[in-house]
């Protein structure tokens, strides 16, 4: 199995003369080998969110909106009827991956979510919309409670809506207590007048399309009543904040099919398992070694690629447009992007925007 180091070593190999990593090239190679293998089409989705990279805002690497025209690019010219979806994705809007489902629904009768390392929060809820997910034993999902961005005296806080919920449920268990009550004033005082709603609006639509989601596909073929309790038992249990206690819990694949879930093995076939970790070194590298942080592409060579601050649109056979960092030598660690002049800092730096309280 080509191992990550592996995928390195060939990058390497691929510079003509002195040029950069080929890195459009390797990866799609081995995309080209999955799609001979399974016979399906297949489809990347990865953002850079396990690297480490301050400079990326989470917003570039997270489920959003614009993720749709990047998948409608990819499936035009896929005939179907069976779909995987490599999928490595920190999360982002449940309704930005409402959109993305309802789209892949429409053009697949049948859909395989691989999960090369991480699919959490709204990625996992994208993952309960296959007919079954393909995890290793170093794979995880994770809880797809919601979570609220709230400004607060201490800075900006990603929170969990059901912890919302409970802090203002022991605020009015205590708040009778005059003598607790000057303590809870400043915390209740950061949330908006709104914001119990929201949170309960949230919690519903979440576990509500998961449940919708597992009984309409995962679960298609079993007898109604027992896909509907199976469904509701699962959302149930991946929306509950109680269960985990983080919202970035890695769940494994056996508690995964504990619950319920439908998983294949992605070492049961291992020219399968070698492909996909294939892809998915591939992609790191890619990250790591040019300024892509999202990358959404297919077996054909189209892609759709999210720099920091542009997208660039890839077609077969088309040269890579991407600027590449210096490459690495196999035996060397992580090269520190280019400098930029100081000018060129100045002109590019923007107002920092205040965040909003809204779902994640």
């Known amino acids: 199995m080509p191992t990550w180091s592996g995928i390195l070593e060939e990058l390497a190999q691929s510079r003509p003369g002195d040029g950069p990593p080929q890195f459009d090239a390797v990866r799609r190679k081995y995309l080209v080998l999955l799609r001979q293998h399974t016979g399906r089409e297949v489809i990347l989705y990865a953002s850079k969110w396990t690297q480490h990279d301050p400079s990326v805002s989470p917003d570039v690497i997270s489920i959003v909106d614009e993720d749709l025209q990047g998948i409608m690019e990819v499936i035009h010219g896929l005939s179907g009827p069976s779909l995987d979806l490599i999928l490595h994705s920190p999360g982002g809007s449940p309704e930005a991956a409402e959109a993305l489902v309802n789209y892949l629904r429409s053009k697949f009768f049948d859909i395989r979510v691989i999960v090369p ?52 449920d022991l605020a009015q268990s205590q708040c009778g207590d005059a003598a607790k009550l000057g303590a809870w004033l400043p915390m209740l005082g950061q949330y908006g007048p709104d914001l119990l709603v929201q949170c309960q609006n949230a919690s519903a639509m979440s576990k509500e399309l998961v449940q919708t989601w597992l009984k309409a596909f995962m679960f298609r073929e079993w007898a109604p009543a027992e896909a509907e309790q199976r469904a509701a038992s699962i959302a149930e249990w991946l929306s509950s904040h109680r269960n985990f206690l983080s919202h970035s819990r890695h769940i494994p694949r056996d508690e995964c099919e504990s619950k319920g879930l439908l998983v294949e093995h992605l070492e049961s076939d291992q020219r399968f398992q070698d492909l996909v970790l294939s892809v998915f070194h591939a992609a790191t590298h890619t990250f790591n070694g040019t300024g892509a942080v999202k990358i959404i592409e297919n077996h054909l060579g189209k892609a759709f690629i999210k720099q920091s601050h542009a997208v660039v649109v890839q077609m077969p056979g088309a040269a890579t447009r991407m600027t590449p960092f210096p490459p690495m030598p196999p035996e060397a660690g992580p090269v520190p992007r280019p ?19 809204r779902p994640r």
């Open 117 to 168: 390392q991480l699919a959490m929060s709204a990625a996992t809820m994208i993952a309960c919309a296959a007919n079954s997910i393909v995890l290793g034993k170093h794979s995880f999902l994770g809880p797809t409670d919601p979570q609220f961005i709230v400004n607060t005296p201490l800075g900006t806080r990603m929170v969990p809506a059901q912890a919302i919920l409970e802090q203002f």
């Open 339 to 357: 400098k930029t002049p100081t000018s060129a800092k100045r002109r590019r730096k923007r107002k920092s925007k205040p965040h909003s309280t």
